[in-house]
Nanobody, 122 residues
Framework: VQLQAFGGGLVQTGDSLKLSCAAS????????IAWFRQAAGRRREFVAR????????IYSDLLKGRFTISRDNTGNTVFLQMNSLKPEDTAAYYC????????????????WGQGTQVTVSS
């Protein structure tokens, strides 16, 4: 499955942004979806994950309370709502999918989108 992440941009500290993840020509209803991010010069880190049913979501402890992952009613799009953004949230954000795995480990996801850049100015 080919994933597309979009919705990034340049925002100011304290702003909100909503990222979307969709699949080209396919539904995401059979995949567990996770968001990861990677800042320049740093390793990729887990942000949030939602199961294929949408019934279970987990978050990075550092981001819990500011970020929310969700799926739309059709299951075809997964969102990452980001509130109270900080300069340290600046990174490329990637969505990833897997049929069976639903972990926080990037190595366990089979499919990846191209990433969307989020830049938070101070």
């Amino acid at each position: 499955v080919q994933l597309q992440a979009f919705g990034g941009g340049l925002v100011q500290t304290g702003d909100s942004l909503k990222l979307s993840c969709a699949a080209s020509g396919r539904t995401l209803t059979t995949y567990n979806i996770a968001w990861f991010r990677q800042a320049a010069g740093r390793r990729r880190e887990f942000v949030a994950r939602i199961t294929k049913t949408g019934q279970s979501a987990i978050y990075s402890d550092l981001l819990k309370g500011r970020f929310t992952i969700s799926r739309d009613n059709t299951g075809n799009t997964v969102f990452l709502q980001m509130n109270s953004l900080k300069p340290e949230d600046t990174a490329a954000y990637y969505c990833a999918a897997d049929w069976t795995r639903a972990t926080t480990n990037a190595l366990e996801y089979s499919y990846w989108g191209q990433g969307t850049q989020v830049t938070v100015s101070s």
